[in-house]
């Protein structure tokens, strides 16, 4: 006992840390134990990298990434043969000529704009043309005797025009109201036992009081200088439509004459009969005054042409600028009556009666519904994966066909459209679709001539290209490839590998050389 700690205080004076030699002593046991400690706790060499070399790796072919490879696009579906019908000019919708879903014809009526002015504007055009005709054929009249004769028709022509005004007022006022309850109402309320002509003859009276209230206004205004024909027509249309109303009501009376021949619709047959007699005269000198006055615009035509011998190439000139009048006359007022250019379904009404459109409002979708295309769009890179004709899976459960590819890149858009075609008939028009594309070469059954697509983790990139790994007896083989183009996760192969090489799909962090254990999927 004596001995151990003799040794213990011979050891503490040693190692005692106020003495350099001390001090020195204890640096030297602390190196000695921490070299034994790394000596005794390092692993064998072989070991480690036997552990760090050991990787397990997925391997597969070109084949396993068929339907992961294949584009999924999103399109939408619309008719083939499909318009969407615009408003060329703007104005307030008088008349709708159709309904929707119904099936219609080219050339067809969809609805009609307010177009009074346009139909002023192309009887002007009209007369102004047909007067430079006559002008350019006719000669060796006077233009003064014309010039007269066309003021005392103009003259006759408006003194006409209000004695019809007279005439009917007098007649619809005072002989034709009798039959209605309230004549200046909005439904006037015909008396008569009129069956299926009630509403027209109510609508009739109706337009009719309209109608007279603003020929009441013209003939206060009508003068030479007023557009006289257009005044004249407009009196033969009211009149004319006096004289149908008439003709409906003297047929009730004959259907059942005995109803009618006392009380308050006692004589009434016979005055009806008579005042009808009237209107037809009154339409004569109607008519006949809108033929004097276009004889009379015909012969000042014809006078001044024949005045002026030796300008016939200006009064061809005026004829061709009075047809371009006409021409754009005929055109303005053709906007007014919007058509279909096409057969099929409406698919959608826009307007309605009373609705006041702006100039390429839409008015109308006319389509065949039973011919559908899908529109897509694919970026550069992806053009060469796709082929006319070649196969398309929609919603996943529809085929269709690619039918059309554009020539080149939208330049705004940057994308290639595809037109894709489908006979199913669970796909409507309008609907927005998913679509997926499988490239020809992972077709079964066909020639493998598209590009080879591998995922971008199986490619170790270089500063140029990159390597694909493969694997021989049980380590990796670097195989340098040239790339193409990326295509959403998947890069396109140009040469190094072919359609069956079997690779490592992630090189992420591996070596040529390496061991490496292969995972079965």
């Known amino acids: 006992m004596k001995i151990l700690i003799s040794v213990g205080k011979d050891l503490l004076a040693f190692f005692n840390y106020k003495t350099r030699r ?39 072919s070109v084949s396993d990434y068929s339907d992961v490879a294949s584009l999924q696009l999103i399109g939408s579906v619309a008719s083939l043969d499909q318009a969407n019908i615009i408003a060329e000019t703007s104005g307030r919708i008088t008349r709708v000529n159709t309904s929707l879903g119904q099936t219609v014809v080219p050339g067809q009526v969809i609805a009609q704009l307010e177009n009074a002015s346009q139909y002023a504007t192309l009887l002007q055009a009209e007369g102004a043309y047909e007067a430079a005709v006559a002008a350019a054929a006719k000669s060796d009249v006077s233009v003064d005797s014309a010039k007269t004769g066309l003021t005392s028709a103009k003259n006759n022509a408006i003194s006409t025009y209000r004695s019809a005004y007279n005439t009917l007022s007098d007649i619809i006022f005072n002989s034709v109201d009798v039959i209605y309850a309230d004549p200046n109402n909005s439904i006037p309320g015909v008396r008569l036992d009129a069956k299926n002509n009630v509403n027209y003859l109510n609508s009739t009276r109706a337009n009719l009081q309209t109608a007279m209230t603003s020929w009441q206004i013209g003939t206060g205004q009508i003068n030479q200088n007023s557009n006289i024909e257009g005044e004249i027509r407009e009196a033969i249309s009211i009149t004319t439509t006096a004289i ?8 009730i009376f004959n259907e059942d004459p005995s109803k009618y021949e006392t009380g308050r619709f006692a004589g009434l047959q016979s005055t ?67 058509r279909t250019p096409i057969a099929g379904v409406v698919n959608s009404l826009d307007v309605k009666v009373g609705d006041y459109v702006s100039q390429t409002a839409p008015v109308a979708t006319i389509a065949n519904n039973n011919a559908l295309e899908i529109t897509t769009f694919i970026g550069e890179s992806e053009r060469d994966r796709i082929n006319i004709g070649q196969s398309v899976t929609i919603e996943k459960l529809y085929s269709g066909t690619v039918t059309h590819i554009s020539p080149a890149i939208n330049p705004a858009t940057k994308k290639i459209e595809i037109k894709i075609q489908t006979d199913s008939i669970d796909i409507a028009n309008g609907d927005t679709v998913s679509i997926a594309i499988t490239s020809d070469y992972n077709e079964p059954d066909k020639d493998l001539t598209g590009p080879i697509l591998i995922p971008l983790t199986a490619v170790k990139f270089t500063a140029s290209d990159g390597t694909v790994f493969t694997i021989e007896n049980g380590k990796l083989v670097s195989n340098p490839v040239t790339i193409g183009n990326i295509s959403g996760s998947f890069i396109e192969i140009i040469s190094g590998i072919d359609r069956n090489t079997v690779f490592v799909t992630d090189a992420r962090g591996l070596s040529s050389g390496q061991t490496v254990n292969v995972i079965e999927n």
């Open 22 to 60: 001390g001090r020195l002593a204890l640096v030297v046991l602390t190196i000695g134990l921490m070299g034994l400690y790394f000596v005794t706790n390092q692993e064998s060499p072989n070991e480690t990298v036997a552990e760090e070399q050991v990787r397990s790796v997925s391997v597969a």
């Open 244 to 251: 149908e109303l008439m003709d409906v009501v003297i047929n």
């Open 272 to 338: 009806f009969t008579a005042k009808r007699g009237v209107l037809n005269s009154t339409l004569a000198s109607l008519e006949a005054q809108l033929t004097s006055l276009s004889q009379a615009k015909d012969a000042v035509a014809t006078a001044e042409l024949g005045g002026t011998n030796s300008n016939i190439s200006s009064a061809n000139a005026q004829v061709k600028q009075a047809l371009g009048s006409l021409r754009a006359a005929e055109a303005n007022y053709a906007k007014t009556i919007i």
